[in-house]
Nanobody, 126 residues
Framework: QVQLVESGGGLVQAGGSLRLSCAAS????????MGWFRQAPGKERDLVAA????????YYADSVKGRFTISRDNAKNTVYLQMNSLKPEDTAVYYC???????????????????WGQGTQVTVSS
């Protein structure tokens, strides 16, 4: 049974920072690509950042480039999303996700991911 548990969300003022964590269990984490998605009310779930199982080929959505950083610690089975210079438009529920296949690259569409965390709320006030 694969489990993903996000943490680190909260309320922050514009310009502030948060670091999200996603702890994985039940799977060989080091062989899995990981993605961070977000979903605001009334909007689709969009890919924010992703990282290949090797730690390379990192993707960032244009809206977060230069502000967010994804990283992984395979020894801790954890992926992180460091979010700096937060804006009110970053407000959303953030999810981490893993595709079923091992040794795969990341995918842009949410439908390509088989395992999801419960989500963590990030609220940025203006």
């Amino acid at each position: 049974q694969v489990q993903l548990v996000e943490s680190g969300g909260g309320l922050v003022q514009a310009g502030g920072s948060l670091r999200l964590s996603c702890a994985a269990s039940g799977r060989t984490f080091s062989m899995s690509a990981m993605g961070w998605f977000r979903q605001a009310p009334g909007k689709e779930r969009d890919l924010v950042a992703a990282i290949r199982w090797t730690g390379g080929n990192i993707y960032y959505a244009d809206s977060v480039k230069g502000r967010f950083t994804i990283s992984r610690d395979n020894a801790k089975n954890t992926v992180y999303l460091q979010m700096n210079s937060l804006k009110p438009e970053d407000t959303a529920v953030y999810y981490c996700a893993v595709p079923r296949a091992y040794y795969s690259d990341w995918f842009r569409r949410a439908s390509e991911y088989d395992y999801w965390g419960q989500g963590t709320q990030v609220t940025v006030s203006s």
